[in-house]
């Protein structure tokens, strides 16, 4: 899910809606995949991709960095 959602961004297949890659991520992070809850946490912070800037998800994100998944 990682790999499709920066795959997604960088425009393979053609042109995605930013909010739709990152939901790849978002299902990664929550498995407990590291680098996708890195990656929102950039996104976020930094407003890439034409997302607004949200500093509480950019916390929240990083917080869950290195956090066993929810099951």
Same mark, same amino acid.
């Given at each position: 899910m990682h790999n499709v &959602?920066?795959?997604c961004l960088k425009g393979w297949a053609g042109e995605h809606k930013?909010?739709?890659c990152l939901a790849w991520y978002?299902?990664?992070a929550e498995k407990g995949?590291? &680098?996708s809850r890195n990656s929102l946490a950039e996104v976020?912070?930094?407003g890439?991709?034409?997302i607004p800037v949200d500093?509480?998800?950019a916390q929240y994100w990083?917080?869950?960095i290195g956090k066993k998944a929810e099951q």
């Amino acid at each position: 899910m990682h790999n499709v &959602a920066t795959l997604c961004l960088k425009g393979w297949a053609g042109e995605h809606k930013p909010e739709d890659c990152l939901a790849w991520y978002e299902q990664a992070a929550e498995k407990g995949i590291d &680098a996708s809850r890195n990656s929102l946490a950039e996104v976020y912070d930094k407003g890439l991709f034409g997302i607004p800037v949200d500093t509480q998800r950019a916390q929240y994100w990083r917080a869950q960095i290195g956090k066993k998944a929810e099951q």
